[in-house]
């Protein structure tokens, strides 16, 4: 049911006291059209056609990249669609939309309804913004140029916000390699000094080895007195 009171899956009619026997009847006649007139069974399958902006997933498992379509919600996720409207990766931060504005309106404008993601996805890109300036125009408020320049305005601001987002990330991402540096070097540091014998020991084992040679000799030296005595 959309806000006409229009059941829009099976006929475009107020069904509201309505009887049962009217409601069949009329819908009888609106599903014989397309044999009654082929071009008026077109126009009609045309206007009853549930239009939905969704997401369709593509990319590797664990990797999603989404396309932004215009479908019709009969049709399965993965299925056909009537317009690629733009791309979507949530897989880098900040996440990367590609997506025609213009046509992504166009659609809006025609009836087409997005899905609860694609909403937020259409809000962050300003497409409902120009929809809205565009209601604006139609309504008689402002003008065109005046809705360009709105949106232009809008467009600026939300990309310094985009940009300023994407540097806090970048600075984000050095300090956390910066930190993952300086422990490894201070792991590195520590292991070396652990190898390495300290001076003082060094120093230490030096002079033992000094205070030993000299008892070494004045035994070769007994040694041979004895010897010599003997002989």
Known sequence: MNGFGIKVNHFPIPQK???PETLLLIRIFWLSLPHINPEVGYL???????VRIRLQRHGK??????????????????????????????????????????????WLMNG?????????ILKYK???YKKHLLVGVRKGA???DEAERRFAEWLERHEAKVQAHKDRVAERE??????????????????????????????????????????????????QAEEGGEA
């Open 142 to 144: 402002f003008d065109m």
């Open 174 to 223: 050095a300090a956390a390699k910066k930190a993952i540096y300086d422990r490894e070097k201070a792991y590195s540091d520590a292991r070396a000094a652990k190898q390495t014998p300290a001076p003082e020991a060094a120093e230490t084992a030096t002079e033992d080895d000094a205070g030993q040679a000299p008892e070494a000799g004045d035994a070769g030296a007994q040694a």
């Open 126 to 128: 300003g497409v409902l």
């Open 17 to 19: 006291n309505c009887k």
């Open 44 to 50: 009609a399958k045309r206007i009853i056609m549930p």
């Open 61 to 106: 498992k664990g990797k999603p990249f989404y396309w932004i379509v215009a479908a019709d919600s009969r049709v399965k996720r993965d299925g056909k669609f009537l317009e690629k409207l733009g791309t979507y990766n949530p897989m880098v931060e900040p996440a990367d939309i590609q997506i025609d504005v213009d046509a992504a309106v166009k």
């Open 112 to 120: 087409a309804q997005p899905t609860e993601t694609a909403r937020a």
